[in-house]
């Protein structure tokens, strides 16, 4: 899973879910604690972008109503500010199905593709015949 994704998902399951479960309207997610949690020393940047970042609004039905922190935008002392869109907002039921998407990708491209998979299972059923 790439540190983008990794980020998104911590961010969603630690903050995002929470707050819409309390039913606030806005929360705050400070990237420094986000580093710390996910053990990402260095990837400051990664965590600021994957925050900050258009895909990680819209799957939440986020909008972003303030950032804090220096004008650089790259800091563990960023704070995102955010708000329900209310027609978009989230449900634990649509963030599952999500996560389950593309789960088994790694395991057939390892298996040479969907295609050759189901290829050989094809032929691994039907019994060899005889004089062919």
Sequence with gaps: MANADQIRMHATEKYVLPAHRQG??????????????LKMVGRVPAVCSALGG????LSN???LADTTGPKSGQSTTV???YEFVEADRPSEHDNSWKKLRGMLKDVFAELGGGEAYLRDERRAFYPPEEGR
């Excluded at 606030?24 to 949690?37: A, Q």
């Excluded at 258009?54 to 609004?57: E, I, P, T, V, Y």
């Design 54 to 57: 258009n895909k990680f609004l």
């Design 79 to 81: 704070t995102y500010t």
């Design 61 to 63: 039905g986020l909008r």
């Design 24 to 37: 606030r309207k806005r929360f705050s997610i400070r990237v420094g604690d986000v580093v710390r949690e």
